[in-house]
């Protein structure tokens, strides 16, 4: 996925625009996301299954985003065009597996996102406004990256372009689809 | 063409005469080399140093800890070690025969907005400086700081500071309204580190890296140039070296082109940063769920706490907060109550759930006060408790590896050596640019020694 370039201007020699906006300045939205709940457990023997998840996956050479931990379970994304090979990966490996498809990742940008206050507010204001349900989010020191249903990903860029205050210019749409058989 | 190379310096390149005089040996091979140099200062040596930032706060401080000093005069104030160490650099380089001038940030045409204490520079008022070199003078102008624009209507000519990493933004912006050939940060280190040189000896040094990747080992909490000087490096296309004041060691360049022999993942380092708390929260009502947590992000948005990390579960929200705004964030939380009207009465006759959230034993004073006055709705509402589990003393490790999500692996190799390590994970983040683990803070010198000799030594 490719970083979304800030645009500068220069002004006439002398006169030059610096430092990138302060806040919110782009949206991304990766359509064709899936999302898989994979079973661990909470017995001892919780961390050789996370690590067989991990280590399954990698031998299937799928590629894993948006990785997160839970009491008896690890989610994580990766791209519609590879479930069906994490899908038949995992299950061969005798671990029991949910994906969800039809995902789209809206990607909230922001320069030193992590020195804001109240923007993850907006944005679940805004998803609750689009009626999107968060599946999952993560977040960096420039993004907020939230995992919602395909289906309501239009209405949440129309929420969070309002709320953002973000131009047609701002929004970034990528496509990695392909869904599981 | 004026062939304009912009040096900035920190606080330890100049806090004494012999690391002064090594600097000052830098502008001059720079001079000798056919550049001409613009130089940028930081404050005099660091937090306890007499003209340091830290101690010039202090004197205002001081003077009644009970009333903090207006940021307008803060910043004045904590721009005056900037201009104690230009003009002593100024005067060094003139001591060495070479014509100089101390320049403030304002002198030098940096406008900024009125934001005291974390201004943006939103222009450079660059004539001056460049009739300057054209005269044959090395400017020296003070890193960090600015000044509001003195024609505004407000705040004119106010001097403003750029926050932290200013002095790196100052050289940056300089270098981009300069059109120099280049950015040269000095430090105390000799270039980008594959991971803090202070915990891994075996630490190398990168001959090359990206402004992204340079930007995010910042972020991510190595101390090598402030992420807003790359951000304002990349997006001017300026090239950027660190280099050691007190080597000869070619330093790191810092370049939009990555490195040919790179194709898809590459790995930058080990960085570590912050201290954590781990919170929490168990919502066991799906239909309701996503209301709860917005009034949870809402209540810290209102405090000014930062949140990360953030995961659902489908019973659960977890996130991070710093640990010292924790007792902010576990003093607003316990106790609080979310009011969940019913779209329609529902069969017990309740018209409402109230969420009332509860800290562990002993840290539920508002809580417990609460909960009994709820007693009197209980036959309308149902009263459900959002218990709190909290893990304190935690600090994330980061690998930065740039294109991870589109190569399989880095995450179970990473995972595995924590983990054969008995090193436990709580939890983890990824962005385009890195992975990163949440890990006890005690295990954070073991964690980052261990993936360095996986990841970088194997």
């Known amino acids: ?181 | 063409m004026m062939n304009i190379l912009v040096q900035k310096f920190g606080g330890t390149s100049v806090d004494r005469a012999e690391h002064r005089a090594l600097a000052v040996r830098k502008v001059i091979q720079a001079r000798e080399a056919g550049f001409s140099p613009v130089v940028v200062v930081s404050a005099i040596g660091r937090a306890g140093a007499p003209y340091a930032t830290d101690t010039l706060v202090k004197v205002l401080k001081d003077i009644d800890p009970q009333v903090p000093p207006a940021p307008r005069e803060m910043d004045m104030m904590m721009a005056c070690g900037e201009i104690i160490s230009t003009v002593v650099f100024a005067h060094t380089l003139q001591t060495f025969g070479f014509k100089s001038i101390a320049l403030s940030g304002g002198q030098a045409g940096i406008i900024t907005d009125d934001v005291f204490g974390n201004a943006r520079i939103v222009e450079i008022r660059s004539n001056y400086i460049l009739e300057l070199i054209a005269q044959g003078y090395i400017p020296v102008v003070c890193g960090f700081q600015g000044t509001t624009d003195p024609s505004a209507s407000t705040e004119h000519g106010a001097i403003t500071t750029l926050g932290r990493g200013g002095s790196d933004t100052t050289a940056s912006a300089l270098g981009a309204a300069l059109n120099a050939v280049g950015v040269e940060i000095y430090t105390d280190v000799d270039g980008v580190k594959t991971a803090d040189p202070d915990l891994v000896s075996k630490a190398r040094t990168l001959d090359v890296c990206s402004y992204e990747e340079v930007a995010e080992i910042a972020h991510q909490g190595a101390k090598v140039v402030h992420p807003r000087a790359a951000e304002i490096a990349m997006d001017h296309n300026i090239p950027l070296w660190v280099k050691s004041t007190f080597s000869e060691a070619p330093g790191t360049r810092i370049t939009s082109t990555v490195p040919a022999e790179t194709v898809g993942r590459r790995l930058t380092g080990i960085t570590h940063t912050g201290k954590m708390v781990y919170i929490r929260l168990e919502i066991d009502n799906a239909e309701h769920k996503q209301q709860v947590e917005r009034e949870v992000y809402r209540m810290m948005a209102r405090a000014g706490i930062n949140i990360f990390l953030v995961t659902f579960s489908p019973t659960s929200l977890s996130f991070c907060v710093p640990r010292n705004r924790y007792p902010v964030a576990r003093d607003l939380l316990d106790g609080m109550v979310v009011p969940v009207q019913h779209t329609e009465v529902d069969t017990d006759g309740k018209l409402a759930t109230y969420y009332i959230f509860k800290f562990s034993e002993g840290l539920d004073l508002a809580y417990s006060v609460q909960r009994p006055l709820l007693a009197s709705v209980e036959k309308f509402t149902d009263i459900v408790d959002v218990p709190a589990t909290v893990v304190e003393s935690c600090t994330m490790v980061s690998v930065i590896a740039a294109g991870h999500r589109s190569v399989s692996g880095i995450i179970a190799t990473i995972y595995e050596a924590l983990s054969n390590a008995g090193i436990a994970v709580y939890q983890t983040a990824d962005s385009e640019m890195s992975v990163s683990f949440l890990i006890p803070e005690s295990e954070v010198d073991r964690a980052v020694r261990l993936l360095h000799a996986k990841l970088f030594e194997d």
Request: hydrophobic share 45%.
């Open chain 1, 1 to 181: 996925m490719a970083a979304s370039a800030q645009s500068t201007s220069f002004l006439p020699p002398g006169h030059v625009s610096f430092e990138r906006e302060r806040g919110v300045y782009a949206l991304e939205i990766m359509r064709g996301v899936a999302h898989a709940v994979i079973e661990v457990g909470e017995d001892a023997g919780r961390n050789g299954r996370i690590l067989r998840v991990f280590s399954t996956l990698a031998s299937a050479g799928v590629p894993v985003f948006l990785v997160k931990m839970h009491r008896t379970a690890v989610t994580l994304a990766f791209t519609g065009a590879d479930c069906d090979k994490a899908l038949a990966a995992l299950s061969s490996n005798g671990l029991k597996v949910d994906i969800r498809q039809k995902l789209s990742l809206v990607i909230v940008r922001a320069a030193s996102m992590r020195d804001l206050h109240g923007v993850m507010v907006a944005i679940a204001d805004s998803l609750f406004a689009a009626g999107a349900r968060l599946h999952e989010t993560g977040d960096s020191h420039n993004s907020v990256q939230c995992l919602i249903d395909e289906s309501r990903a239009a209405e949440a860029e129309r929420e969070l372009c309002a709320r953002f205050d973000l131009p047609p210019e701002a929004v970034h749409h990528f496509d990695v689809a392909t869904e599981c058989a």
